[in-house]
């Protein structure tokens, strides 16, 4: 058993989350590294993928482990937090003066702590050009869609990135009449695809997971810009209730109201899929592995992109998290800087590709990943940048947006136009 796993296991204008602050470090960048040293020096670490109970858990857990015998005078002490948690854990560590050092943040909670919270510029702790070093190896298109360049000082590290794809049983496809080969490319064809599920197999026909057990809203997004549309406009404006969003959910919304789509939560639906009782999945590309156990000896799991609208491409942007340093310390900034920098390098990507399913952010792991993932990680060339609400309470707006328009349109049969026109209005108002 691995020596870190726990006894249980359980602005105004858009915000390009990934790792720009508008009140970078509140006062605490240093343009100066912090000295080397040999004493031995410990970091705690919040993290929402440590401590579960699949490949994720399992690979994090390794990593650290990697980490710490590489260097032995750093000690990680890993805190686990429920992936909706993490922001108000950190939000709870800094009020009461004892925050992680590190922090794994989803990309739909960065934006608020950039900037509301002392999060360190990572460039300022490993000095420039130990920083022009680390980032040569990231895929051109990733800093992109994540910006670390510029005026702004980066705050967090782009980590563990995913795509929405669709998981689907290729047994169930063939009882049904349908081709493998030929998974569903529109949203249409999904519609039509899990209605013959339905009604040629004794299997429900689709799950897609908009309604994120995590509070993130990184597949409503995807599905909006997929629709031509976006949650915020690019003068930053809260397009929550614009017509792209209405067709987007409003296509979720017929998916259950058809009957092919159960009305129940994430894990309901996951549990159905891997039992053989549910033909397709739409979810992150990260819950590749998992999936993949649940499927051995049931039937044959198969991947396909994010699917369109029409004749409009899919524009998917990701989900998952970036990794951040608070620590005030200078002993534990640079020691927190070297286990950021060891989780993001090849090695690491190389694990993180093959082991936890997510995708590889360095040119060097490219080959790493599942070959079944192989369109996601096409799909990286072209990823569209997470954007956030504006204002200091951007999570909260992600929040109103998931819980009172994704969950009661998509699965409770909630007006669209009405319960989007309220959210917005909601969201507007949030300073």
């Not at 009140?23 to 240093?30: M, S, Y």
Request: glycine share 8%; net charge neutral.
């Amino acid at each position: 058993m691995n020596s870190h796993r726990p006894d249980r296991k359980a602005g105004w204008g858009i915000v390009l989350v990934a790792v720009t602050t508008l009140l970078a470090a509140c006062g605490q960048n240093n343009s100066t590294p912090a000295p080397e040293s040999d004493d031995p020096v410990t970091i705690t670490f919040l993290s929402y993928t440590y401590g579960q109970a699949n490949p994720l858990g399992d690979g994090i857990a390794k990593l650290i482990d990697n980490f710490q015998a590489a260097n032995p005078k750093i000690t990680v002490k890993p805190q686990s937090v429920p992936t909706s948690d993490a922001l108000t854990k950190l939000q709870a560590g800094v009020v009461a003066g004892d925050p992680p050092d590190v922090a794994q943040i989803g990309w739909s909670k960065v934006a608020q702590a950039s900037q509301t919270l002392p999060l360190r510029s990572l460039e300022d702790i490993a000095g420039a050009d130990e920083w022009n070093k680390h980032m040569a190896g990231y895929v051109p298109s990733v800093l992109e869609a994540t910006p670390t360049a510029g005026s702004k000082k980066a705050v967090a590290m782009p980590f563990m990135m995913a795509t929405p794809v669709i998981f689907y049983n290729a047994d169930l496809f063939k009882a049904a009449g349908l081709d493998p080969a030929q998974p569903p490319k529109t949203m249409a064809q999904l519609a039509q695809a899990a209605q013959a599920i339905k009604d040629k197999t004794e299997a429900q026909g689709v799950y897609v997971s908009a309604v994120d057990p995590g509070k993130s809203d990184y597949l409503t997004q995807s599905l909006v810009n997929s629709a031509g549309g976006a949650l915020v406009s690019s003068s930053g404006e809260v397009t929550v209730d614009s017509a792209p969003v209405i067709t987007a959910l409003s296509a979720l919304q017929d998916l259950t109201k058809s009957g092919v789509q159960p009305a129940v939560d994430f894990a309901s639906a996951q549990s159905a899929f891997s039992a053989g009782k549910l033909g397709m999945l739409v979810t992150t590309g990260g819950g590749l592995l998992t999936l993949d156990q649940a499927a051995e000896g049931k039937f044959t799991l198969q991947v396909a992109p994010l699917p369109g609208f029409d004749n409009l491409p899919a524009r998917p942007t990701f989900s998952g998290s970036g990794l951040t340093i608070v620590a005030k310390d200078a002993a534990k900034a640079k020691a927190s800087w070297k286990f950021v920098q060891y989780l993001t390098n090849d090695d690491s990507f190389k694990l993180i590709a093959s082991q936890m399913g997510y995708l590889p952010l360095r040119t060097a792991a490219a080959s790493s990943a599942d070959p079944r993932l192989g369109s996601a990680v096409e799909q990286m060339a072209d990823l569209v940048p997470y954007t956030a609400f504006p204002g200091k309470q951007s999570n909260q707006g992600v929040v109103i947006l998931q819980d009172e328009a994704v969950e009661p349109i998509v699965l409770r049969g909630a007006d669209p136009v009405a319960t989007l026109k309220a959210a917005a209005s909601k969201i507007r108002g949030l300073n």
